[in-house]
């Protein structure tokens, strides 16, 4: 089944404690995306990537980081995780072709207390 | 600062009844326009799409109108249907691979 899986699905931390959000796709995409839902501010994008190695910044990407080592992962990290990065994520992946759709994973919500 | 505007957080309509949701935007680069579906515990599904070469796109119950001198744009869903309760939101692109979301609206179908 093609399909993006985040991990963990939910997860309480405290601040400045490290944290990784896994993203997997079985899709053979190119380009895969870290998006964040606040509550009226729809999905704001936080980084992408065009392919192995490339990464860039999107709208909000201060106190995150990313990596893109294989073409199926791209975990999102965050550093020294604070209050305001309580939220919900979601990954999405697309082939490299402009204007198709993105696949979206199934969203993972942080506390960070 | 949004591009993309849904200035109806929410609507109610009845089952069997049209639903019309609205999406403005401000960037006159976005030539790429798409909606998406959300159910609560689930990521976002791709609902359809429209170019800007075009001004209407229809997929079964499912239409997207484009109105680019007035950078807007609508869904309508006829008939509504309560599996249509749903969190929908508009999408743009410019000549990259950079989606821009709106806020989002929330709509209920009563029986």
């Known amino acids: 089944e093609a399909q993006v899986t985040q991990n963990p699905r939910y997860l309480i931390t405290v601040t400045g404690k490290k944290l990784t959000v896994t993203c997997s796709q079985n899709?053979?995409?190119?380009?895969m995306s870290w998006y964040r839902q606040d509550p009226g501010l729809g999905l704001r994008q936080i980084y992408y990537?065009?392919?192995?190695?490339?990464?860039d910044k999107g709208d909000v990407p201060e106190g995150y980081k990313v990596s893109r080592k294989e073409k199926r992962n791209f975990p999102l990290i965050l550093e020294s995780p604070s209050p305001n990065q309580t939220s919900l994520y979601f990954c999405?992946?697309?082939?490299?072709?402009?204007?198709?759709?993105?696949?979206f994973g199934p969203g993972t919500r942080l506390t960070v207390t | 600062d949004q591009q993309v505007k849904q200035n109806s957080p929410s609507l109610s309509v009845q089952e069997g009844r049209i639903s019309i949701l609205n999406c403005d935007y401000t960037?006159?680069?976005?030539?790429?326009f798409l909606w998406y579906k959300k159910y609560p515990a689930e990521g976002p599904t791709f609902l359809i799409s429209?170019?800007?070469?075009?001004d209407k796109n229809e997929d079964g119950r499912f239409t997207v109108f484009l109105n680019k001198s007035a950078k807007h744009l609508s869904l309508h869903i006829v008939p509504s249907q309560p599996g249509d309760s749903a969190v929908y939101f508009c999408?743009?692109?410019?000549?990259?691979?950079?989606?821009?979301f709106g806020a989002g609206t929330t709509v209920t179908v009563r029986a």
């Open positions: 429209i170019s800007s070469i075009k």
């Open positions: 960037n006159s680069m976005f030539d790429y």
């Open positions: 899709m053979n995409h190119e380009y």
């Open positions: 990537s065009m392919n192995v190695e490339v990464t």
């Open positions: 999408a743009a692109s410019a000549a990259d691979y950079k989606l821009s």
């Open positions: 999405a992946s697309s082939p490299l072709i402009r204007d198709y759709e993105q696949y």
